[in-house]
């Protein structure tokens, strides 16, 4: 009887045709960078962030955050904290991440750790996060994401209002 661990086989890599796949897809970072330069220029001194859900939607959120960081990109939004965790290993310190989908309950001390910002979506994220913020010591970034009726996440227009309101 052998009592060696077994080896796994190794995985098979095959690649798709682009007549089996039906496209390839081409990330132009300088088509990116031009496309935010040219929303930048008609907002004039408002802000403009660059959202990079999951992964960038595939793309890979690093390298067109980074791309866009050259450009004065300075504010990113991810959906979920492991994206922002990943995010600021990337980028380092300077700009600012926003967790749309909010931090988990526990998680803020993470999200903290990471310089993260919370998108509050609830009445319960806010206590939570000001909470965070007291125990750090320091203001915590936040924004506040209001329900605009499509029925997804965010908190009630007047209980938003409330809410950002209270000390």
């Known amino acids: 009887m052998n009592d060696a661990p077994q080896k796994s086989p190794p995985e098979e890599v095959t690649a798709t045709s682009e007549v089996a796949a039906g496209a390839i897809l081409t990330i132009d970072l300088g088509a990116i960078r031009e496309n935010y330069r040219r929303l930048k220029a008609r907002l004039g001194d408002v802000a403009c962030a660059g959202v990079l859900k999951a992964d960038g939607y595939g793309v890979g959120a690093g390298q067109v955050a980074a791309a866009l960081l050259r450009d004065g990109c300075d504010i990113f939004f991810v959906a979920l904290l492991g994206e922002g965790v990943a995010l600021r290993h990337s980028l380092g310190p300077g700009p600012a991440i926003f967790v749309l989908n909010g931090i988990p309950p526990g998680a803020e001390p993470d999200a903290v750790a990471a310089n993260l910002c919370a998108v509050i979506n609830s009445p319960e994220q806010l206590a939570a996060w000001r909470v965070t913020a007291r125990r750090a010591g320091r203001k915590l970034q936040a924004a506040i994401q209001v329900d605009s009726g499509m029925s997804r996440t965010g ?13």
């Open 155 to 167: 908190m009630a227009p007047r209980g938003g209002e409330r809410s950002a309101a209270e000390p």
